[in-house]
């Protein structure tokens, strides 16, 4: 439903612009006919050119009530002089608007996209595609609904911020945490530039706070919102409030809960960190098996991110949830130390 939001929206948007540049052209011709009378007489000609093209076209004898100002040669033309003595005048008035300051064009519609002239499509190779505008827009809006900082780009990691010593009793792992954090990169990249690859598959981030791992499934999101791909980011402390009564009213918990199941992308960051009920299993769980099921049938993936440890997962959520998130996801392991306090005293 948020997703047909959008759309909604991207429509009236484009229809809106179409308005004011239809608008915006008629003001500019206006200023052209009080300033330079003969344009208007030369688009009165274009204009009976048109209209004879028109009846000739359907071999129906012209209105002579319709044309009674047109030059009696402009009957005589074949089609072929009609296009060429159109193109003519045409040249003429570029060449007049230029002489008085204007540019050729400045009565042509002034589109905010002259690509896809404000309709949010282009054609290509014959087929009918998304127009650079409307996927720029369709992101503008997918970003604010994902819910991250716009600033959270893949280009901004720095693995300089992790050790490069080795410390396997610290760090849980047999490589420096720069190597690996590295690699973790690496993979968080490939989901986002694959992601339509069934082969890539959901990711659980595991590892203690202050690792990054809020700011790489962010990075995911901006990179995949810039392709048109909906996208939700849910910190665990308000994915489940949808499901409880008293934090929506019907038609927008309605609303979200449809997108946590069927947007394309849904980062759930911090899982945890909620607060422990006995709704919180059969909810997080209602939610990973309608994301599995879609997942079957097209794009529907899940990255989750939490402090917790595989242990601590399977305390906290049961054998159930936490065999299907560490079963059923690919475990990136996340190690270090704080880099919030590196970068805070940096």
């Known amino acids: 439903m948020i997703i047909d939001r959008i759309h909604k929206e991207t429509e009236k948007e484009y229809a809106q ?13 206006e200023r052209v006919y009080t300033e330079l009378p003969q344009i208007k007489q030369i688009d009165k000609k274009i ?18 009530n319709i044309l009674k100002d047109c030059p009696n040669e402009y009957f005589c033309y074949s089609k072929e002089e009609i296009d060429n003595e159109i193109l003519l005048l045409k040249q003429k008035k570029v060449v007049i608007l230029k002489e008085a300051g204007y540019p050729g064009d400045y009565m042509e519609n002034a589109f905010f996209c002259r690509k896809c002239s404000d309709t949010g499509f282009v ?18 809006k997918l970003k604010a609904v994902s819910g991250v900082p716009a600033e959270d780009v893949f280009s901004k990691f720095d693995s300089s911020l992790y050790s490069e010593t080795a410390n396997q009793e610290k760090y849980g792992i047999s490589v420096s945490p720069k190597v690996q954090m590295e690699a973790v990169y690496k993979r968080c990249v490939r989901f986002a530039e694959e992601f339509e690859n069934p082969s890539v598959n959901n990711m659980v981030f595991l590892g203690n706070s202050g690792l990054g791992k809020t700011f790489l499934g962010n990075c995911i999101i901006n990179a995949l ?5 909906s996208c939700l980011y849910m910190p665990s402390t308000s994915l489940f409030k949808p499901f409880a009564p008293g934090f929506y009213s ?9 997108f946590i ?15 422990q009920t006995g709704t919180r299993y059969a909810e997080l769980l209602e939610i990973l098996n309608m994301r599995e ?3 079957k049938k097209e794009l529907c993936k899940t990255v989750i991110t939490t402090n917790l440890s595989p242990a601590n997962l399977f305390a906290h959520y049961g054998e159930r949830v936490a065999s299907r998130i560490l079963g059923g996801y690919d475990i990136l392991k996340f190690a270090g130390d704080d880099i919030r306090l590196k970068l805070k005293n940096m």
Not at 225 to 229: A, P
């Open 17 to 29: 612009r179409r308005n004011e540049a239809k608008l915006a052209q008629e003001v500019r011709k």
């Open 293 to 295: 099921l879609r997942g």
């Open 225 to 229: 919102t810039d392709k048109g791909v």
């Open 123 to 140: 054609l290509n190779n014959g087929i009918e595609i998304s127009c650079e505008c409307r996927r720029k827009l369709l992101s503008e």
């Open 47 to 64: 204009n009976m050119l048109g209209i004879l093209t028109v009846y000739k076209a359907m071999k129906r004898s012209v209105n002579a």
């Open 250 to 258: 019907q038609e927008e918990a309605n609303e979200l809960i449809d």
């Open 261 to 275: 199941f069927n947007c394309k992308f849904l980062l759930i960051d911090d899982l945890g960190s909620e607060k």
